[in-house]
């Protein structure tokens, strides 16, 4: 009986990692120009943002739907695995309502079946670190429950900091949460914000890029004090 | 008797008329109240035909500036602030009754605190607070009480301004105070004394400023400062005083002759920078009746702090000192009485704060808002666009009076309100609004730029004090130039400038005086430095375009490639650009 690792592509987990550590990755789907496109495997990264700045209709992105959710945990719990499934920020997406939903219609339902669903109130790499914190605990062995506990617990420990070219692709989305205050469009300046309980929310604003990744180090370390830092910079 | 002195038509001077100290001038009223004895209303007319005086000069004292700059203006900053002074004294006090001289020294007070605008106003705003802090309770002013009246209003005069200067309106304040302490005469003689003490500080000014001698003016606010002194005289005097043309001051005229605004900047520079250091407040109440010492407390502090601020009564102390280690203030405050509304801003502790806040672990931060002094409808709009819940806008004069900022406050409707005065002749009353205030807190930012790097370093969701610490430290990182027509011709620092001409000003200092603006400007942001990879902002206005600015901007990116320039309309009326380099 093993635990295994399931969560979403908005983790960014690097490909090498997800199968090095056998993480099973559902992925979003994007909107293009009327096509729905699988985040990762139809589209990359590169590719997507090339879209974005082409102009035309701006793309949109959609979660896994909750078959696509019943298709993973019934294989896996199948086979006789247990699943932690971490996931995007419920506040930023409805991803965890699929997965919700798909362990509710599994057999012995929400609290039968072998699959602690948790929210880790970030995204991206953060997101993406938390969940290899996570394989690495399943592969000490353990419970799904045991591995899932120690993830919540430590999940304050996890600060999501993220500089932007522009606030307009998170407001567009609905996603702008309490950066709203940073809006505006006389200066262009870089945004710099964190995630925290699970939305956006406002830090300072440099005025170029330079100056933001710059701002960024100094932040994460102010931030992370003595402690051992894991950083990871897209 | 009076002089009327034809030959002074046209000299600007010419039909003020103040007392001749050689003339005996023992007056009685009507009443039968001795002259060495002045009723709140005497008290009240004369301030009130000071108010009258300054109006008259205003323009004579603008013209006393250093730099010929357009914007500011010491004479009509003091006129704003006595005309609230008087207007209170008119509210609180009616005409037609008696009134004591308590109640019209505050009322004047009340006034001109709230009403004060610029440096020049606050301070005066002041020299009122202690001058009604010495007659509180006193029906009449008696000559025994003037020299105590002057030496409270000097020490409160002092006491308003981080690092008092010498040269300034201050030093004419208390050399006008020390000329009346422990003499003995008639009320009449002692203000007397006073006005000529005032004049002789005046024309030493120079002298004790080498600014104003380069500049050849004497200081502005201290010429405020025997105007209201010698009008009040006057009024004081009665029908039979004698009066003598005031010609005489035509030589504190010196090399101004028409235009512009105060904007003193050594002085300005002088008094209004502070060492940070640990910002520190406080509010010490008395315990079991115990009163407190408002002067020890405050001389304890400026011995043991790097600047201190301590204001309030015998009941209440409010004490805002910036400090290495807050613990022996704190010690020593609580020897003295109950201690309250302590904070105290420590960059190791804002640090802890804000992983807290990481961590979800404090409470979710009040509503805090940023509200800018501005003049100029594209900087209006860059700093609202920004997220600034409201701003000043400085229209009629540059400087907002302390109402005015405290009103704007209140109107964002926010928990906590940041301002920034954005120009250095309105940190004075921002800060006398932060008093007043305890909402309100100020970045002391002298210029817009400053100003918008401040707000970028704004955070509406952190404490107030972490965002003061956060903002103030990034005004330090960039340079500000200005960039106006002169107003006059001047010679300062080896700087020779023609009326006319454009100069250029590097953190509020001449550097440059140009035949064009874009040539100043691009000679002021030269002289800044521009490393390699530096952000230059440039905001035209003053009947400038974008391309005037592009010009400027295209020239600087082909000269050093790798900079990075931005270029905002900003509409601001006096400076054809205004720009930073950071």
């Known amino acids: ?234 | 008797m009076i002089y009327n002195c034809p030959d002074f038509d046209g000299n600007p001077f010419a039909s003020l008329y103040l007392i001749d100290p050689a003339t005996d001038s023992t007056i009685r009223y009507g009443n039968g109240l001795s002259m060495d004895q002045l009723r709140g209303q005497d008290l009240q007319a004369a301030f009130s035909a000071a108010a009258s005086c300054l109006e008259e000069y205003r323009d004579a004292v603008n013209a006393l500036n250093v730099f010929p700059v357009p914007d500011g203006d010491t004479g009509t900053n003091m006129l704003l602030t006595m005309r609230s002074a008087v207007q209170s004294a008119a509210d609180a006090c009616p005409g037609g009754e008696d009134h004591s001289v308590a109640a019209v020294s505050s009322a004047l007070a009340q006034g001109a605190f709230f009403g004060a605008r610029g440096n020049s106003g606050v301070i005066l705003s002041q020299f009122f607070k202690g001058f009604s802090d010495a007659l509180r309770g006193k029906d009449y002013l008696a000559a025994s009480d003037l020299a105590l009246a002057f030496k409270l209003a000097a020490d409160c005069a002092y006491s308003s301004v981080g690092n008092p200067v010498e040269g300034t309106m201050l030093t004419v304040i208390r050399m006008a105070s020390e000329a009346v302490q422990g003499v003995d005469d008639e009320l009449l003689g002692l203000w007397r004394t006073a006005y000529q003490a005032s004049q002789d500080a005046l024309a030493h000014t120079p002298e004790q400023l080498p600014v104003l001698r380069e500049a050849g003016v004497v200081d502005a606010g201290g010429f405020g400062v025997v105007i209201l002194i010698g009008a009040a005289l006057r009024a004081i005097s009665g029908a039979e005083a004698s009066l003598i043309d005031l010609s005489e001051l035509g030589r504190f005229q010196g090399a101004a002759n028409n235009g512009g605004g105060p904007a003193n900047p050594g002085f300005l520079d002088a008094t209004v920078e502070e060492d940070w250091g640990n910002c520190t407040q406080f509010i010490i109440s008395s315990v079991d009746g115990r009163e407190l010492d408002l002067e020890q407390v405050r001389n304890h502090f400026k011995e043991t702090a790097l600047s201190a601020v301590v204001v309030g009564d015998e009941r209440d102390v409010r004490v805002h000192i910036h400090v290495e280690d807050a613990a022996p203030a704190l010690s020593y405050a609580e020897s003295l009485g109950a201690v309250s509304d302590v904070k105290i801003e420590n960059m190791d502790r804002q640090n802890e704060r804000f992983a807290a806040a990481g961590h979800g672990a404090v409470k979710e931060a009040a509503a805090l808002a940023l509200l800018p002094v501005v003049q100029g409808d594209g900087l209006a709009h860059l700093f609202r666009d920004s997220g600034c819940a409201g701003v000043v806008e400085g229209r009629q004069t540059m400087n907002p009076s302390v109402q005015q900022i405290i009103d704007a406050a209140r109107n964002t409707g926010a928990t906590d309100v940041i301002v920034l005065p954005n120009n250095s002749n309105v940190v004075l009353a921002a800060e006398q609004a932060a008093e007043a205030e305890a909402f309100l807190h100020v970045i002391p930012t002298k210029s817009v730029p400053q100003g918008v790097a401040a707000m970028f370093a704004f955070n509406p969701e952190g404490p107030w004090q972490e965002n003061v610490a956060a903002m103030t430290a990034a005004i330090s990182e960039i340079a500000s130039v200005e960039v106006t027509a002169a107003v006059r011709g001047v010679k300062i620092g080896g700087i020779e400038v023609k009326e006319g001409q454009y100069i250029g000003l590097l953190e509020g200092k001449l550097v440059t005086a140009e035949e064009s603006a874009q040539r100043a400007l691009r000679t002021a942001l030269d002289l800044a430095g521009l490393s390699g990879d530096a952000i230059v902002t440039i905001y035209f206005g003053a009947g400038c375009s974008p391309s005037d600015a592009q010009s400027v901007a295209d020239a600087l990116e082909s000269d050093h490639p790798g900079i990075q320039v931005d270029i905002i309309d900003g509409g601001q009326p006096h400076h054809q650009f205004l720009a930073s380099v950071e």
Do not use: W
């Open chain 1, 1 to 234: 009986m093993t635990v295994r690792i399931v969560t979403d592509s908005s983790a960014d987990l690097p490909a090498e990692l997800v199968q090095q550590h056998q993480i099973t990755v559902l992925p979003c789907y994007v909107v293009v120009d009327d096509q729905t496109l699988k985040d990762g495997v139809d589209i990359q990264a590169d590719d997507f943002y090339q879209r974005l700045q082409a102009g035309g209709r701006t793309p949109t992105t959609a979660q896994p739907t909750v078959a696509d959710f019943q298709a993973v945990y019934q294989d896996l719990v199948s086979q006789g695995d247990q699943v932690v499934s971490i996931h995007v920020s419920g506040k930023l997406s409805g991803t965890l309502n699929s997965a919700e939903q798909a362990k509710g219609s599994l057999d012995g339902g929400a609290d039968g079946a072998p699959v602690e669903i948790i929210d880790s109130r970030l995204a991206s790499m953060p997101l993406g670190l938390v969940v290899l914190e996570a394989a690495e605990l399943a592969a000490e062995g353990g419970g799904y429950q045991e591995v899932a506990e120690k993830i919540r617990q430590g999940l304050d420990l996890h600060h999501g900091l993220f500089a932007l070219d522009t606030l307009e692709f998170l407001q567009k989305g609905g996603r702008i949460g309490k950066a709203q205050a940073f809006l505006g469009s006389v200066l262009n300046v870089k945004p710099i914000l964190r995630l925290h309980e699970g939305e956006a929310h406002p830090v300072e604003r440099p005025r170029n890029r330079e100056r933001a990744m710059r701002r960024l180090v100094f932040l994460l370390l102010m931030l992370s004090g003595a402690a051992v830092t894991l950083l990871a910079l897209l």
